[in-house]
């Protein structure tokens, strides 16, 4: 299963679609970490609302796109972490610490729009 | 029917998506709730994935529970790999010797209501898992 991976403007949307195993995973990390170089990305927003479970192994491999991609000089955002999924990451002992949340996209975008251009669009 | 057993064999990181899908569906012909569902796929992913990660082959089996006037769902990973050389240390947050968060088996029981471990070194490992519907 291949994530779609959308560019706008400075940032670039990963939008997974259905459950990923491990092997999907590392791509996509490798995938953004290629692309936030070949368009010189300030942003990315990993949209997870359509994944089945966040395990840990999941959660690592976020963790490691976030911080590969700061590294890269880019900022992640991951959105749409549901409901009963938040609930089953609290019980096993999963954080997302050091990497920025937000409920969807379009506020995903508001946070990027903050923090590499010093205010949301049109409000500033 | 909502009663077969079902026998998942794990052999690669494919396998542990097709178990806890597999996993979450027959909890749902049982009854379980929505996030019910999530927890119990969540558990499984985190027991199917030791399989391959310490044993590289092994078998998720999945049944219905009946005890009494409780119904539940039966979760079994079982493999012929190197073992748990110590279970209570398997069982402590962050302990980890694959370079993991170390959260599998500690986590997998916070998700369920009952969740043991038998295993020796050279031995295999079984783990068995319950959750009770509410």
């Known amino acids: 299963m291949q994530v779609p991976i959308l560019k706008q403007g400075d940032y670039l949307i990963a939008s997974i679609q259905a459950a990923l195993t491990d092997a999907d995973l590392v791509e996509l990390r490798d995938e ?21 479970v966040m395990d840990s192994y999941a959660v690592r491999m976020l963790r490691a796109v976030a911080h590969m991609l700061k590294l890269r000089g880019a900022e992640t955002v991951i ?13 096993l002992g999963l954080t997302l610490e050091g990497v920025a949340t937000a409920l969807d996209l379009e506020e995903g975008l508001v946070y990027l729009d903050q923090k590499t251009k010093g205010g949301p669009r049109g409000i500033r | 029917m909502a009663s077969a057993e079902r026998h998942i064999s794990i052999s690669s990181d494919a396998d542990i998506v097709t178990a806890r ?11 379980f709730s929505g996030s019910e569902l999530t927890i119990i796929a969540t558990a499984i992913s985190e027991v199917a994935r030791n399989i391959v ?20 769902i039966l979760i079994v990973a079982w493999d012929e790999g190197p073992g748990i050389p110590d279970i209570s240390k398997a069982m402590m947050d962050g302990y980890s ?38």
């Open chain 2, 53 to 72: 990660e310490y044993a590289r082959t092994g078998e998720i089996v999945l049944s219905p529970l009946v005890d009494k006037d409780r119904r539940g």
């Open chain 1, 32 to 52: 953004l970490t290629e692309r936030v170089g070949r368009f010189r990305s300030r942003g990315v927003i990993v949209d997870v609302t359509a994944l089945d």
């Open chain 1, 79 to 91: 959105v749409g972490i549901p409901p009963d999924v938040a609930f089953a990451m609290v019980q």
């Open chain 2, 97 to 134: 010797t694959s370079g993991s968060l170390g959260l599998g088996l500690p986590g997998a029981k916070r998700l369920m209501d009952e969740l043991e471990v038998s295993s020796s070194a050279g031995q295999g490992t079984i783990v068995k898992m319950k959750k009770w519907k509410r």
């Open chain 2, 21 to 31: 899908q597999q996993g979450r569906a027959l909890a749902e012909q049982l009854g």
